[in-house]
């Protein structure tokens, strides 16, 4: 069912490589010598546009096939590294992440003595995995994907010769189809359709919120990681225990959340809906982070090189954090504030928005601010930016400014309180646990062989 199955014949390359489950990505130096580089143009060299609009074109798919938001960031993470490991020939500074002990197969090499378009190596992957990570892809994917690949296409012909071009998307092809069997084998399939019942008996523990909901992703700690050694690695255990007492923290907490939530001035309304990120709305919460990112290509002025490492960097990141954040959930099982403060501090009281269907330790939105901000941090420094992503998705009206990256993932996890869901532990730990995240990325995956901040 790949995508190049559905268009013209195309050379698929298989491989018998043995798809191996260690979480670290040990990297190894990219095989392409620089006689492969004699013929063709550096990838630092070319706008990042393939990028951008394949991006977008995910995000819009997200939320038309109302993704959930753990499997969204899964999806942005593949993509991330689909455009990286499709341009990396044209950056001879750097590594590919295959043939580590992630299991990423060794994808094929360009010949040497040939002419490459790395734009168009990139449209032909990313054509072929985004078509591939959907479950059962609708017409809509089809013909979403099958559009902006043709785009593109047109797009490089009016500067490239067609034999380039040509060469260039079935290398692409052939490496998008390593790639989606390295994706099958990240034990996401074996998590589907396995029965969980909610654990009983404890006064703390998570109930369901919205009746005839069951709850999201309980066995996503089985999903491999991209960066970390483990699910665990991270985790940030609950400083606040469970207590109904009026003095305790635990109480006070919840009675912060719902004195915060009596009383949202405009401000607070505004960060709550802004982040709210609900999926089939939205490209869930890693998308809000993707569209930041996009808009930080135009802002910085990116070449495609560095707009292809800050795609897999942070998308491995939020793929880790969801990953992260929902092993946790599943281990503390608390309760959300509405069950806490309708039991034993008013009974009528309602969130300003609705608690998700899944349990409330750690804020997953605060575990994967926390851990894109520190990728773009480290990239990039301290960058003032305005974020419109409501505005450019079709969603909204408003943007909002921030002077660092740092600034924007504090004011994603708070509006999580501003929204009545989370405690303030899961969102100040959450933040926490995200940073550790993104520094198990930057310390495990190394794409270049010096230092990968600002420049």
């Known amino acids: 069912m790949l995508l190049h199955s559905l268009r013209r014949t195309r050379i698929v390359f298989t491989t018998t490589l043995s798809i191996l489950l ?15 580089q004699v013929e063709s143009i550096l990838t630092a060299e070319h706008d990042p546009t393939v990028a951008v609009e394949w991006m977008a074109t995910l995000y819009d798919l997200i939320r038309s096939e109302t993704i959930n938001p753990p499997n969204a960031a899964r999806m942005y993470a593949y993509a991330g590294v689909t455009i990286y490991e499709a341009v990396v020939p044209g950056m001879p500074a ?12 060794l994808l094929p090499y360009p010949e040497t003595s040939l002419e ?3 734009p168009s190596v990139a449209n032909g992957a990313l054509a072929t995995v985004i078509y591939g ?5 609708s017409s809509k994917v089809e013909g979403a994907v099958l559009t902006k690949r043709d785009e593109l296409e047109a797009l490089r012909l009016e500067t490239v010769d067609a034999d380039v071009i040509e060469r260039s998307m079935t290398l692409g092809d052939e490496m998008g189809a390593l790639i989606l069997e390295w994706v099958a084998a990240d034990g996401y399939a074996d998590s589907r359709g396995l029965a969980y019942s909610l654990p009983v008996g404890e006064d703390y523990y998570y109930i369901s919120t919205t009746e005839g909901i069951a709850p999201m992703e309980p066995y996503w700690d089985r999903v491999r990681p991209f960066g970390m050694s483990y699910a665990e690695v991270c985790a940030v255990a609950l400083n606040a225990p469970f207590d109904t007492t009026p003095d305790s923290s635990f109480y006070l907490q919840a009675l912060e959340v719902m004195t915060t939530g009596d009383q949202l001035n405009d401000t607070q309304r505004e960060i709550a809906q802004f982040w709210v990120d609900t999926p089939g709305i939205t490209g869930t919460p890693a998308g809000h982070w ?6 930080l290509v135009e802002q910085l002025d990116l070449p495609l090189s560095r707009a292809a490492e800050m795609y897999a960097l942070v998308g491995m990141a939020m793929g880790d954090a969801f990953i992260s954040a929902w092993s946790l959930k599943y281990q503390a099982m608390l309760l959300r504030p509405e069950t806490y403060i309708q039991r034993y501090i008013r009974r009528n009281w309602a969130p300003f928005i609705q608690s998700p269907p899944f349990p409330e330790y750690p804020s997953g939105h605060s575990v994967v601010s926390g851990a894109a901000s520190e990728v773009l941090t480290t990239m990039f420094g301290g960058v003032a930016f305005t974020d419109r992503t409501p505005i450019l998705a079709g969603h909204g009206q408003v943007q909002r400014s921030f002077t660092t990256f740092e600034a924007a993932a504090y004011e994603a996890a708070i509006s999580r309180m501003y929204g009545g869901i989370h405690f303030r532990a899961a969102i100040e730990n959450g933040v926490r646990q995200g940073e550790c995240v993104g520094r198990q990325i930057l310390n495990n995956v190394l794409l270049r062989p010096i230092p990968q901040g600002a420049g």
Not at 94 to 105: A, E, F, T, V
Not at 290 to 295: A, G, H, P, W
């Open 94 to 105: 750097n590594y590919s992440m295959s043939g580590g002990r992630s299991g990423l197969p």
């Open 290 to 295: 993707l569209m930041i990112e996009n808009q």
């Open 133 to 137: 990570l959907f479950d059962v892809p």
């Open 116 to 118: 490459y378009d790395w």
């Open 22 to 36: 260690l979480g670290v990505l040990s990297l190894v130096p990219h095989p392409y010598s620089a006689q492969a």
